[in-house]
């Protein structure tokens, strides 16, 4: 059995086409509702705590790389780095990556 982190399981390789979506969805929808909301009361060390939170989350890169690979319109259209990720493996290998820039900083 994976070792659960606090961003999801360390060493269970998830399966793009496996990925529990609405979960994720209401994790981000639920952090940024807080984020909103200490924002709103003026609470900055709350805000910039929890967008530090956002941006280390599994579930926010998760739900941001099928935004941008899935649902948005220019889906097709290559990035950056000359590739469009449309296969299931290529979106999960961009996750993978994404949080690992996060992580360990830009190459």
């Known amino acids: 059995m994976a070792a ?3 961003n999801g399981p360390e ?5 793009w086409d496996t990925v529990a979506w609405p979960v994720h969805e209401g994790q981000v929808r639920r952090l940024r509702q807080r984020i909103f909301k200490a924002s709103k009361v003026g609470d900055l060390a709350a805000v910039r705590n929890l967008q530090k939170m956002m941006l280390r989350s599994l579930s926010n890169t998760l739900v941001s790389v099928r935004q941008v690979t899935q649902l948005n319109a220019g889906r097709a259209t290559a ?3 000359g590739q469009a990720a449309l296969t ?8 993978f990556r994404i949080r690992g820039q996060i992580k360990h900083g830009p190459p």
Request: charge should be negative; aromatic fraction near 0%; proline fraction near 0%.
């Open 4 to 6: 659960l982190g606090a």
């Open 11 to 15: 060493d269970e390789d998830l399966g």
């Open 79 to 81: 990035g950056v780095d």
């Open 88 to 95: 299931s493996r290529a979106r999960m290998e961009a996750d």
